[in-house]
């Protein structure tokens, strides 16, 4: 154990002024073992004595401190056995109402007339409200000396001065053992202030500034050791990824194929494609995520490079995360493919006994080229002859381990993953440093935008009905999705059967399927089947027609209880709609009075763009809580919101990779390399 690595031992081994035994168990109890975890248990707001926040520019959400004086207070019963006190407060620029939840003595311990400071969340109801605030009389806040106090986030049985101390404490001791990992050149050119200085100013500010500029280091810091680690590898990687293979470049197949479709590529299809081509031409694993809208054409893009693998003798697969989505792409790409001579199959969890075992046979002699299934290609009797291309469908469906399990059934380990929950690119190439990113950022033409409507009322909807049935008449087809309920799957049928029900009275001269998760696969497939060949006109279903399904003559969209659904969920199920050559509506339904909601369907309302819903998505959001991003290292950075610090995640994958290259792919910090290590070592154990 090197001397750094302390920083990251128990607590107990550390001599601190103040920790005992209780103390430390309460520090656990709030996840602070080591001495690391309780230097770098941050403040989440500062009380600045020099600048309180003035009730006037409170804003939502916000974790606000204020000054003002109680001029009223009251008690008030809230139901069976809860209270609740609230108290007006007032400083030069308005009032505010403070509230607490059954702590009634207040009313008498907290006096009228005083002034008082008050530390909490700021909520909106009809007016500002600060709920369940921390507080303390101005005329006892005394034992602090400087200007600036932090406040911390603080479980019941833990005092602000308690955990103040604590870490003044362990500063004095401890401080010098916080090398700094950031290297000099960086620091340097980018003005960044020195550990050992912001760890005092984040802690104890001399000034605000100087508590922005230590919260900035940080959050370069944490980046930092995150994309340095990947681009480390990368960069080794890519010094080694070249000429691993070799590829006859036979386009013939290719060629053909494209012949026989009866419409061009789009500009941004034939990019990516030459972006693929280029990486198999010079002999590199190819490690690339496509992203693309809904219906941007992402499963044509995998075909062309299947097939042009296949042509220069290696198999390919396609794993999509549902039966039904898989066996629709096996019918559409599998007709295709089988008439040039391409033998292609279909591997699912429905796929049984001798069947099974002569598929897995075939597989494994390299009879069969193309293989398209579920997870059950992940499994580990599933062999092949001569794998050299996978591609992943809906990919943030899938986890790392599993992309991992099939790349090493390859021969070589080309790896396309598609994505239709576009995310900004900028973020896109930071969340998922190992992958190189193609962006299919076109529809292909003559498609007409999708209408859409959101609906609050009864009479409306009778609008929307009696619209519907002009679509139907006209020969087209609709979805109707039932609310989405996440307790049980039970439940959500149970909705989706009621609707089912009330759709089929309503639209007696059409025949209405239904579709959810509670069938078995092959109920599944024949009742999508039915409604693709048009035998069924409605479908009734829950959310498991999400993903990728492809019925170009359906054309109207109806989503019950629309507020229950996120940004990116409405987005991906309106996909389903404005796939042909026939306008499409979307109606909305929801009588909802949430603020977020109602904004969330407003943006449904105005935009159809993809990328800007995903814009919309991160602001709406408060946390930076994204598709995908779960195991990639960057779901828990802690100093870090990917979504407002797009700028900084930005410079610092940048300058990592600068510093790299300069560096020859060394990284010459050793306590940073000790960081990386650890880092690294974390996300791959989680
Ligand atoms: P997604 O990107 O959502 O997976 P798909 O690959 O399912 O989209 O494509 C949607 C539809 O668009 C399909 O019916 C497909 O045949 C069609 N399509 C794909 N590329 C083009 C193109 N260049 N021109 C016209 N139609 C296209
Ligand atoms: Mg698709």
């Known amino acids: 154990m090197t001397e750094y690595s302390k920083i990251y031992n128990p607590l107990n081994t550390f001599k601190i002024k103040g920790l005992g035994e209780k103390t430390l168990d309460k520090l656990r109890s709030m996840g602070i073992e080591t001495l690391y975890d309780l230097i ?225 590529l789009t500009g941004a299809q034939k990019r990516v494609v030459t972006e693929i081509y280029r990486d198999l031409n010079q002999g590199r694993i190819t490690n690339r995520l496509i992203q693309g809208d809904v219906g941007s054409g992402k499963t044509m893009v995998a075909m062309i490079v299947l097939l042009y693998m296949v042509e220069n003798s290696y198999q390919g697969v396609m794993m999509a995360p549902t039966e039904i989505l898989a066996v629709q792409h096996y019918l559409s790409i599998g007709r295709i493919f089988e008439k040039m001579g391409i033998r292609t199959a279909l591997l699912t969890g429905s796929v049984k006994g001798k069947a099974k075992e002569k598929l897995l046979e075939e597989i494994k002699d390299g009879q069969v080229d193309i293989v398209i299934g579920t997870h059950s290609l992940i499994e580990d009797n599933v062999e092949f002859h001569k794998l050299g291309l996978i591609v992943i469908d809906e990919q943030h469906r899938f986890g790392v381990v599993q992309r991992k399990k099939l790349r090493e059934k390859g021969v070589l380990a080309n790896l396309l993953v598609m994505s239709a929950t576009p995310i900004p690119r900028s973020l896109a190439l930071s969340i998922y440093g190992d992958l190189d990113v193609s962006v299919i950022d076109e529809l292909p033409p003559g498609r007409k935008p999708i209408k859409t409507k959101w609906i609050d009322n009864e009479p409306d909807l009778e609008k929307a009905y009696t619209f519907i049935e002009k679509q139907l008449a006209k020969g087209r087809q609709a979805y109707f999705v039932a609310p989405l309920i996440e307790e049980s799957e039970k439940m959500a049928t149970k909705s989706a059967t009621e609707l089912h029900r009330e759709i089929e009275e309503r639209f007696g001269n059409y025949k209405v399927g239904i579709l959810h998760g509670r069938m078995r696969n092959s109920e599944k497939d024949e009742i999508m089947g039915e409604f693709k060949e048009n035998n069924i006109q409605i479908m009734v279903s829950t959310t498991v027609i999400e993903v990728g399904v492809n019925v170009p003559n359906a054309t109207v969209m109806v989503i019950s209880s629309a507020e229950r659904f996120g940004l990116s969920a409405l987005h991906q199920l309106r996909g389903r709609i404005g796939r042909g050559e026939h306008a499409s509506y979307c109606f909305l339904l929801s009588n909802t009075e949430n603020d977020s909601s109602k904004s969330r369907l407003r943006v449904m309302e105005e935009t159809t763009d993809g990328f800007e819903i995903a814009e919309e998505d991160l602001r709406l959001r408060k946390s930076g809580e994204i598709f995908g991003t779960k195991q990639s290292g960057v779901s828990d950075l802690k100093f870090v919101d990917i979504v407002h610090d797009v700028k900084t995640i930005k410079m610092v994958r940048d300058l990592s990779k600068e510093y790299l290259k300069e560096n020859l792919g060394r990284i010459e910090n050793i306590y940073l390399k000790e960081d990386i290590k650890r880092k690294f070592m974390n996300i791959e154990n989680n």
Do not use: C
Request: glycine share 8%; aromatic share 12%; net charge positive.
């Open 40 to 264: 770098y248990y941050f403040p989440r707001a500062y009380e600045d004595r020099t600048n309180f926040k003035d009730i006037i520019n409170l804003r939502q959400d916000e974790y606000a401190v204020v000054k003002g004086r109680i001029v009223g207070i009251e008690n008030r019963k809230l139901g069976y056995r809860k209270n609740i006190t609230k108290a007006r407060v007032s400083d030069p620029t308005g009032f505010l109402e403070v509230v607490w939840f059954n702590m009634p003595h207040l009313k008498y311990s907290l006096k009228v007339g005083e002034e008082y400071i008050f530390i909490g969340n700021i909520k909106r109801g009809y007016n500002f409200q600060m709920v369940s605030p921390e507080y303390k009389r101005v005329e006892e806040e005394k034992e602090f000396k400087g200007e600036i106090l932090p406040i911390y986030g603080l479980t019941k049985s833990m005092k602000q001065s308690t955990l103040r101390k604590l870490i003044e404490g362990a500063l004095n001791n401890y401080e010098g053992y916080f090398k700094e990992n950031i290297p000099a050149e960086i620091l340097k050119e980018y003005r960044i202030m020195e550990r050992e200085r912001a760890l005092r100013e984040i802690h104890f500010p001399k000034s605000t500034k100087g508590a922005e500029g230590a919260k900035n280091r940080f959050a370069v810091e944490e980046l930092l050791v995150l994309q340095m680690g990947i681009q480390e590898k990368r960069y080794l990687g890519d010094i080694a990824n070249k000429e691993q293979y070799k590829l006859q470049d036979n386009k013939h197949l290719v060629k053909r194929f494209l012949e026989g479709l009866h419409f061009q």
